[in-house]
């Protein structure tokens, strides 16, 4: 029985080189290919969203971090009133709520930088902020393991 061969090939464009990050917006359009089925997916299920948050899982370096990345960038040129934050967990070990709480809050403090913002919703955020530290403060000082500094500036 002859042996059968797979002559699947994919071709790449010319400069292709494999990189094990995430790629930078410059790269985006010429080296993001070959998920636009994904892409689109992905990108209709943000826009549909009233808020929440999407798993996005997959083995190591197949382009989780790139394709969100690139269905954000594409969803900011197409509507420029919608404003996306991103924000990236490490979920490889488990993490306690309280801390995880802590991760969000904190990325989205960071990702508002000096924009203006809302005085109330700039509350909002800083109370549930504040509320965070305090609880994994107090859990700290009964594990004796002391207390969390929770200064932000907004």
């Not at 990325?107 to 955020?125: E, L, P």
Request: hydrophobic share 35%.
């Amino acid at each position: 029985m002859a042996e059968e061969k797979n002559n699947n090939r994919i071709t790449l464009k010319k400069g292709f080189k494999y990189t094990h990050h995430p790629l930078e917006e410059k790269d985006m359009e010429n080296f993001f290919y070959g998920r636009e089925e994904v892409l689109a997916e992905l990108k209709a299920y943000i826009k549909e969203s009233r808020g929440g948050s999407i798993l996005v899982t997959g083995f190591r370096g197949v382009g989780k971090t790139s394709l969100v990345n690139k269905a954000i960038l594409d969803l900011q040129k197409d509507t420029k009133q919608q404003k996306y934050i991103k924000i990236y967990i490490n979920l490889a070990q488990s993490i306690e709520p309280r801390t995880l709480m802590y991760h969000i809050i904190r990325q989205i403090i960071q990702s508002m930088g000096k924009k203006k913002i809302n005085k109330d919703i700039k509350k909002k955020i800083k109370t549930v902020y504040q509320k965070t530290i305090e609880s994994m403060t107090i859990e700290k000082i009964h594990k004796g393991s002391g207390a969390l500094s929770g200064k932000v500036d907004l």
